[in-house]
């Protein structure tokens, strides 16, 4: 199983960006996904997460300028923020599981390579 995280890059404040996180392998369906991020300096943190029903959590430093969703079809899951600000500024992460779904790290066995968001003021 391998994930693939894409869509970041070097944004304005206030601006909108969409992370994709395709991954590889039979049954996307029955994964549990995830965002974290992990800026300089810091702790990595959980953005959110999605489980197999659809239903999310996104109760982290994006709440309520976020959206997460997953298309089974195209065994990917997206992440969308709005009113982007600096402090968003980190590497971000997906993960998957087919066994855990929740905000902790270490429930999480298949992890993408990162996709790097800049926010300039």
């Known amino acids: 199983v391998q994930l693939q995280a894409s869509g970041g890059g070097l944004v304005q404040a206030g601006d909108s960006l969409r992370l994709s996180c395709s991954i590889s392998?039979?049954?996307?369906?029955?994964?549990?996904m995830a965002w974290f991020r992990q800026s300089p300096g810091k702790e990595r943190e959980i953005v959110g997460f999605i489980g197999w029903s659809g239903a999310t959590n996104l109760d982290g430093p994006v709440k309520g300028r976020s959206t997460l969703s997953r298309d089974n079809h195209k065994n990917t899951v997206y992440l969308q923020i709005h009113s982007l600000k600096p402090e968003d500024t980190a590497v971000y992460y997906c993960?998957?599981?087919?066994?855990?779904?929740?905000?902790?790290?270490?429930?999480?066995?298949?992890w993408g390579q990162g996709t790097q968001v800049t926010v300039s003021s």
């Open positions: 392998g039979p049954d996307f369906s029955k994964y549990a």
């Open positions: 993960a998957g599981s087919d066994t855990y779904s929740g905000s902790s790290g270490a429930g999480y066995e298949f």
